[in-house]
């Protein structure tokens, strides 16, 4: 047989093959392998991992302070209690969990590091994929086939971060840096620091450099919802000490979820009320006579775009040191000392931070190709937020906004072994959503709905789109969610199953 792909023309007669290939050895790959291997013990597998470390996310980011604002009793795994005290955690400790996992359940023996999916042919007469793999720095080709294919490789590029074009930027006389690349000897002691953007990434770097240099401004076009929590969880630790590891847990991730769709309800339903409590607990950790209006009160609703949690109040307590300051502003252009605003104010700079976001891809960045023919995501319709129509045999795991990461990736590997488990069960090979006669000529949504930032609108072009009932919808609910991925019907009339004529693993 010859592959679909246009670089795979040769005859592929002893290509390796796996029932099933996830790629992406980070935080949700590393988790569906355990799940894959607990559900489906008998399925052969292998991860495909593009860099030579496992931990994604939290190997590639090396900032100062690095870490989550997600609490780890739900950034964690289901399987896998979080145990250390601190349930706000720094980068290194979510590595260690990472790697303590994939050590525990024996993964990392099927990891392939270096190897970079760049081609995912279908053979429907096969019930194939046939992969392209990228190897290492060079231009060598790996060739693998699978059954199955569980994309776990994140949501953005790990190449580099988003960039605007910013005016006059080559006039800086200083260093520019972008905390995705981040340098190990860059030395900010007694410098004066800008950092433009107000998400994360800017809300952990400020309290972090704020002991060390001379002074670091915020530069913000505008606002972003705040709120402070202590980065450690009393009820967990007590729990800990009273129960079984598990147990504790368990009971511990029930609690921080309800809150967490609790709190999301209350946006969307008492968006007002809900700003009114932010703002006033702004004010009062920095004083009546502080802009808040001006510098941590958006012109959009609590939770259209991400809340920033700021553990201990750090952020906070750089601003009142006076080592730190937000300045909410457009620029103007970048000078030879640092940046000139609109307002006509020009910021000094020895060193400037474009902590500007991320560029998001669609599936790592892949070429993938049905039968012959290119699929364009843009033209399909998302089938419960985890597949597209007419693209068999793959699953895409793409975590919550308005809640932990984790808690759908772990919730997606167990629909896919469900799906795996069940094509044993019936006899099948293939597995494909299709739109039924009722669902042709449905209103097409966006993939994501009522969440402006950014990093999101950039791409949403190039995104599945989603209908107007289930399970065309891509579902951001996390109890709905445990019943559809967990307890729904598979075969409910969307997702047609099949057993192809001709099954060969070496053709």
Same mark, same amino acid.
């Given at each position: 047989m010859e592959s679909e792909l246009p670089f795979l023309a040769e005859q592929a007669l002893t290509i390796e093959y796996f029932d099933v290939v996830i790629v992406g050895a980070?935080?949700?790959?590393?988790?569906?392998?355990?799940?894959?291997?607990?559900?489906?013990?008998?399925?052969?597998?292998?991860?495909?991992?593009?860099?030579?470390?496992?931990?994604?996310?939290?190997?590639?980011?090396?900032?100062?302070?690095?870490?989550?604002?997600?609490?780890?009793?739900?950034?964690?795994?289901?399987?896998?209690?979080?145990?250390?005290?601190?349930?706000?955690?720094?980068?290194?400790?979510?590595?260690?969990?990472?790697?303590?996992?994939?050590?525990?359940?024996?993964?990392?023996?099927?990891?392939?590091?270096?190897?970079?999916?760049?081609?995912?042919?279908?053979?429907?007469?096969?019930?194939?994929?046939?992969?392209?793999?990228?190897?290492?720095?060079?231009?060598?080709?790996?060739?693998?086939?699978?059954?199955?294919?569980?994309?776990?490789?994140?949501?953005?590029?790990?190449?580099?971060?988003?960039?605007?074009?910013?005016?006059?930027?080559?006039?800086?006389?200083?260093?520019?840096?972008?905390?995705?690349?981040?340098?190990?000897?860059? /030395?900010?002691?007694?410098? +004066?620091? *800008?950092?433009?953007? %107000? &998400?994360?990434?800017?809300?952990?770097? !400020?309290?972090?450099? #704020?002991?060390?240099?001379?002074?670091?401004?915020?530069?913000?076009?505008?606002?972003?919802?705040?709120?402070?929590?202590?980065?450690?969880?009393?009820?967990?630790?007590t729990l800990r000490r009273i129960l079984p590891q598990k147990a504790a847990y368990a009971i511990t991730r029930w609690k921080n979820t309800a809150f967490q769709q609790l709190m999301y309800r209350q946006t969307r339903v008492r968006p007002d009320t809900v700003k009114r409590i932010l703002l006033r607990r702004v004010r009062k950790e920095?004083?009546?006579?502080?802009?808040?209006?001006?510098?941590?009160?958006?012109?959009?609703?609590?939770?259209?775009?991400?809340?920033?949690?700021?553990?201990?109040?750090?952020?906070?307590?750089?601003?009142?040191?006076?080592?730190?300051?937000?300045?909410?502003?457009?620029? /103007?252009?970048?000078?030879? +000392?640092? *940046?000139?605003?609109? %307002? &006509?104010?020009?910021?000094?700079?020895? !060193?400037?931070?474009? #902590?500007?976001?991320?560029?998001?891809?669609?599936?790592?960045?892949?070429?993938?190709?049905?039968?012959?023919a290119p699929v364009d995501f843009s033209k399909t319709v998302s089938y419960k937020g985890v597949m597209s129509t007419d693209v068999p045999n793959m699953v895409s795991t793409f975590g919550y906004i308005n809640a932990s990461w984790t808690l759908r990736a772990d919730l997606t590997a167990e629909f896919f072994c469900r799906l795996v488990n069940h094509m044993d069960e019936t006899g099948t090979r293939q597995f494909t959503p299709r739109l039924r006669q009722e669902d042709q000529g449905m209103p097409e949504r966006p993939w994501i709905i009522g969440f402006s930032s950014g990093y999101i609108q950039r791409v949403l072009g190039r995104l599945p789109k989603q209908g107007d009932r289930e399970p065309w919808i891509n579902p951001q609910n996390y109890s709905d969610d445990k019943k559809m991925f967990r307890e729904g019907e598979i075969e409910d009339g969307a997702l047609v199953f099949g057993n192809p004529e001709v099954v060969d693993k070496c053709a």
């Open positions: 980070g935080l949700s790959g590393v988790g569906a392998a355990c799940h894959l291997q607990g559900q489906c013990p008998g399925k052969s597998y292998t991860i495909l991992e593009a860099r030579g470390s496992l931990g994604g996310t939290w190997d590639l980011f090396r900032y100062p302070g690095i870490r989550s604002d997600s609490d780890m009793h739900t950034l964690g795994y289901n399987f896998k209690p979080w145990v250390e005290s601190k349930a706000i955690a720094d980068g290194p400790a979510i590595l260690k969990y990472i790697k303590e996992t994939a050590t525990e359940y024996d993964v990392e023996k099927h990891i392939r590091y270096g190897h970079k999916l760049i081609g995912a042919a279908w053979s429907s007469s096969a019930a194939a994929w046939t992969l392209e793999i990228q190897h290492g720095d060079s231009d060598e080709i790996v060739r693998l086939r699978c059954n199955t294919l569980l994309m776990c490789s994140g949501y953005y590029s790990y190449e580099a971060g988003y960039l605007p074009e910013f005016n006059g930027r080559s006039r800086f006389a200083g260093e520019i840096v972008h905390p995705q690349q981040w340098p190990e000897d860059l /030395d900010y002691r007694g410098k +004066k620091v *800008i950092i433009i953007g %107000s &998400g994360a990434t800017a809300m952990t770097l !400020i309290p972090e450099m #704020a002991s060390d240099v001379e002074h670091v401004v915020m530069l913000q076009r505008s606002p972003t919802y705040v709120i402070s929590m202590p980065d450690t969880d009393v009820i967990a630790n920095l004083g009546k006579d502080y802009d808040v209006e001006k510098h941590f009160s958006p012109d959009y609703d609590p939770w259209d775009q991400r809340l920033c949690l700021v553990p201990n109040s750090d952020l906070f307590a750089a601003i009142r040191s006076g080592k730190a300051s937000v300045v909410t502003d457009q620029i /103007d252009t970048f000078t030879e +000392k640092g *940046i000139l605003l609109e %307002s &006509g104010e020009e910021l000094d700079a020895d !060193i400037i931070v474009t #902590a500007t976001g991320l560029d998001l891809l669609v599936l790592g960045g892949v070429e993938f190709n049905v039968d012959g």
